[in-house]
């Protein structure tokens, strides 16, 4: 199986590379932020909880996020792989991730991180804020807040795989095709 993380702060890339990648390795993408704007669509107790923190720009539990990847690994048992997109983003949902893969038989074939500086990263949320009708991409307070919250918590997932030697770094400044055909040529080395 390939299982790969799509790793790096918010407005790295992550969704724009996730579906080319999907359509060529025929992997199931799963999404936290996805799953929990699905979830605030259809007005669900949980979505309602969740907004309130994502509309702050901060993180949800790591239980909740935690037990819609355990469901969704669950629903998809005859998948080739899975892309993890947004998750994880603490150390303790990399261990959970490992725990429910380990149970299933597979692992996480590699982490590939997408590298963009905080002023670039300011630039593309601001702009895809005036069409995805997303508010936490609209206002620059908020955006600061998720950069933080990744500094903080989720920069250290990094090191959880870099310690099992799956960690990988790319460039994610420059055109959509060229950063998608450097992160093929490090999947073709997992
Ligand atoms: P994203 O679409 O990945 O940028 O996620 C949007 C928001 O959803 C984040 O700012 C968090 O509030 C929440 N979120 C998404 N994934 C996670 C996760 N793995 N852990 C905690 N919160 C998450």
New binding site residues.
């Given amino acids: 199986m390939l299982n790969l993380v799509l790793f790096g702060p918010?407005g790295a890339g992550k969704g724009t590379q996730s579906q080319s990648l999907i359509e060529k390795y025929q992997l199931v993408h799963l999404?936290?932020?996805?799953i929990?704007r699905s979830e605030i669509a259809n007005g669900t107790e949980l979505g309602l909880e969740a907004k309130k923190?994502?509309d702050q720009?901060?993180?949800?539990p790591d239980e909740v996020?935690i037990g819609m990847i355990s469901n969704k690994l669950d629903a998809n048992k005859d998948a080739k792989g899975f892309i993890f997109d947004?998750?994880?983003?603490?150390v303790a949902?990399a261990e959970a991730l490992d725990m429910l893969l380990k149970s299933k038989g597979t692992a996480i074939s590699g982490m590939i991180a997408l590298e963009v500086n905080d002023e670039e990263l300011q630039k593309r949320l601001l702009l895809r804020g005036k069409d995805s009708g997303r508010a936490?991409d609209a206002d620059p307070e908020i955006i600061k807040r998720?950069i933080k919250e990744y500094n903080d918590k989720t920069a250290p997932v990094a090191g959880f795989y870099k310690d099992q030697d799956k960690f990988y770094s790319i460039n994610g400044i420059g055109n959509i095709e060229s950063i998608f055909e450097s992160i093929c040529e490090v999947i073709a080395k997992f």
């Fill in positions: 918010p999404s936290t932020g996805d929990l923190l994502m720009g901060l993180l949800v996020v947004g998750f994880p983003r603490t949902q936490d998720r």
